[in-house]
C-alpha cells in the first residue's frame, strides 16, 4: 500500500494560488501532489459516487461544485475574528468510480481510506459526496485500521437511513450496514435533527431495536444546540474511543437547501447547522467526518446548497483550528 493514487485520482479542478494578506479558501487549500508531507491537519477526499441513491441525485458532481465554491470564500472567519490559513489543508483528490458498479465502488472508497489512513495516520479525514452510502465504507475503513477501538457517530440527517438491505446498499443504508456488520454499536450512534414524516415506523422500531439515539429537531431546539451537544460529545466520549461526523445536508429546510434530493419542508435552519459543527469542532474525539447528498444539478441559480455545504465544512474546520490547533 504505497502508491497513495492506486484508488485516488487527482483533482480536475486545480486552483492557481496566490499569495498574499487577503487570501481565498482556493489559495488555501493545497493539492496533496504538490507538497511532499504527511503532517496534513486535515486532508479533504472526493467521493463521487451517486447510483446508489434512492431518489435521482447528481450528487456524484459535488466534489467539483464544492471545489469551484473555493473562490468564494476568505479565509478570515469574522464571527470568531479569525484568520484560519494556519490550519494546512490539502485536497487529496477523488475515490476512484467504477462506472456502474455499486459494490465495487465501495470497494474503491474504502480502499481509498485505507491508503488515505496508511499515508496521513494523525490527519483529519473530510470526505466530500456523493450520496449517504459512501459513509459505510468510509467507516469501515476506520474501523479496519482500528480493530480495537470503538467508534462513535454523530449523525445530522432528516432520516434514520436505517432501510434493510434487501434492495442493495443505498443511501438509505448506511447506518442499518455498520450496525449490522458490528462496526459501530447503536447505542454509540447519535441521529440529530429528525422531524415530520420522514421516517417509516419500521425504520423508528429499528431505531429503538438498536438503541440508536435519536434527538428530534424540536429537543434540539428547546435544548439549544451548546448545551445538547455538550451532553451528547460527553456521554459519547465514556462509551468509544473516537467519534465520527456525518452531516445529510437534508437535514436542512427545503428552503435553505433545495439542492438535495430529498430536501424536505420543516428541516433544520444554516444558521443552526453551523451552530452545530462549531460546537462539534471543539472535540478532538471526532477525527473524520462527511457532507452528504449535495446535488448541484438541482441546486437553484444562486448556488443555496453549494454555499451552505461549503460553509458547513469550514465552520467545522475553523472550529477546529480555533479549539484543537492553537491550543
Ligand atoms: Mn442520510
Not at 71 to 83: G, Q, S
Not at 252 to 277: C, K, N, Q, W
Request: proline content about 5%; overall charge negative.
Amino acid at each position: 500500500m504505497t502508491n497513495l493514487y492506486e484508488h485516488i485520482q487527482k483533482s480536475s479542478i486545480v486552483w492557481m494560488r496566490e499569495q498574499g494578506k487577503d487570501i481565498k479558501v482556493k489559495d488555501w487549500i493545497i493539492p496533496a501532489w504538490e507538497e511532499d508531507r504527511q503532517d496534513w491537519d486535515a486532508v479533504i477526499l472526493g467521493v463521487p459516487l451517486s447510483r446508489s441513491s434512492i431518489s435521482a441525485s447528481a450528487a456524484s458532481e459535488f466534489p467539483k461544485a464544492f471545489r469551484s465554491a473555493w473562490e468564494l470564500f476568505t479565509t478570515y472567519y469574522f464571527d470568531e475574528h479569525v484568520d484560519f490559513r494556519g490550519l494546512k489543508v490539502a485536497d487529496i483528490g477523488d475515490a476512484r468510480m467504477h462506472y456502474t458498479d455499486i459494490l465495487q465502488c465501495h470497494k474503491n472508497i474504502e480502499a481509498a481510506m485505507d491508503s488515505i489512513q496508511h499515508h496521513f495516520p494523525n490527519s483529519f479525514y473530510t470526505s466530500i459526496g456523493g450520496d449517504h452510502s459512501i459513509t459505510a465504507p468510509i467507516v469501515r475503513s476506520l474501523k479496519h485500521k482500528n480493530p480495537d477501538k470503538s467508534i462513535g457517530i454523530v449523525q445530522l440527517d432528516t432520516h434514520l437511513d436505517l432501510r434493510d438491505l434487501s434492495q442493495g446498499p443505498t443511501n438509505g443504508t448506511p447506518i442499518r450496514q455498520l450496525v449490522e456488520d458490528n462496526i459501530v454499536k447503536g447505542e454509540n450512534i447519535y441521529n440529530i435533527g429528525l422531524h415530520g414524516f420522514y421516517n417509516a415506523p419500521s425504520l423508528i422500531e429499528a431505531a429503538q431495536k438498536h438503541k440508536i439515539n435519536i434527538i428530534s429537531l424540536k429537543q434540539l431546539r428547546k435544548q439549544g444546540i451548546p448545551a445538547l451537544i455538550q451532553v451528547v460529545m460527553e456521554q459519547l466520549q465514556k462509551k468509544v474511543d473516537f467519534v465520527y461526523l456525518t452531516v445529510d445536508m437534508d437535514v436542512l429546510d427545503i428552503s435553505y437547501a433545495p439542492g438535495v434530493p430529498a430536501s424536505t419542508p420543516g428541516g433544520m435552519r444554516t444558521d443552526e447547522l453551523f451552530d452545530l459543527l462549531f460546537e462539534l469542532g471543539k472535540y478532538p474525539s471526532i477525527t473524520a467526518m462527511d457532507f452528504v447528498c449535495i446535488d448541484p444539478h438541482r441546486d437553484n441559480k444562486v448556488l443555496s446548497t453549494v454555499k451552505a455545504t461549503t460553509y458547513a465544512v469550514l465552520t467545522a474546520l475553523v472550529s477546529r483550528y480555533i479549539h484543537i490547533k492553537t491550543n
